[in-house]
């Protein structure tokens, strides 16, 4: 059971470019989110969506689209990368609204 | 508007001490979620333990206790006889109201216990 799956590890752009944060789970889950994690600032959440076909806004969506055309995807898309959006990324899905989140294992990504 | 607040920015002790590790949350609602997440310097997210609002009682796994106190809004974590592998970053985070679990994360407690 591969539980949340992201790829890929690591991404290194330039500024302007595009490019999107592949992100699966096979744990058949409803809610699936995107979060960013910066030094000293924790967590935040970017996008998240509670099935196929809905999505909203998190915290911090400016800058990133998402999709949600299946359960099992939910991919990230950086439109026109700034660096500013420098960061580790991380995918998560539950099955309920309070179950703790499954994670999976980041994408660290840097715009230069 | 919900906050949580990990004061400790780094701590750092010697294997076999008692640690606890703060946290304090905001929030208006009466139905919450708190929780604690590890993450270890392999960068993975492991989750800890979940409470709920209605349920103040503390909990003990091994070596690791909850210490949830509504009266401070304290959601407090202690590891008794660290070990080097406990070394980490700790993050506190808070789901409030029902729903969608949108979790507000706290800063993280940098643990770092040597031999």
């Known amino acids: 059971n591969a539980g949340v799956t992201q790829t890929p590890k690591f991404q290194v752009l330039k500024t302007g470019q595009s490019m999107t944060l592949q992100c699966a789970q096979d744990m058949n889950h409803e809610y699936m989110s995107w979060y960013r994690q910066d030094p000293g600032m924790g967590l935040r959440l970017i996008h998240y969506?509670?099935?196929?076909?809905?999505?909203d806004q998190g915290e911090v969506p400016n800058g990133y689209n998402v999709s949600r055309s299946t359960t099992e995807d939910f991919p990230l898309r950086l439109l026109s990368a700034a660096p500013s959006q420098t960061s580790v990324y991380f995918c998560?899905?539950?099955?309920?609204?309070?179950?703790?989140?499954?994670f999976g294992n980041g994408t660290r990504l840097t715009v230069t | 508007a919900q906050k949580v607040t990990q004061a400790q920015t780094e701590i750092s002790v010697v294997e076999k001490e008692d640690v606890t590790l703060d946290c304090v949350y905001e929030?208006?609602?009466?139905?919450?979620?708190l929780f604690w997440y590890k993450q270890p310097p392999s960068g993975e997210l492991v989750f800890l333990i979940r409470r709920n609002s209605f349920d103040e009682q503390n909990e003990i796994s091994g070596r690791y206790s909850w210490n949830f106190q509504k009266s401070t809004s304290s959601f407090n974590f202690t590891i008794t006889a660290s070990q080097v592998v406990d070394s980490a970053v700790y993050f506190c985070a808070l789901h409030s109201g029902i729903g969608f679990q949108k979790l507000v994360f706290g800063t993280g407690t940098r643990l770092l216990v040597s031999p």
């Open positions: 929030t208006r609602d009466t139905t919450y979620y």
């Open positions: 998560a899905s539950t099955g309920t609204g309070s179950s703790p989140l499954h």
């Open positions: 969506s509670v099935g196929a076909g809905i999505t």
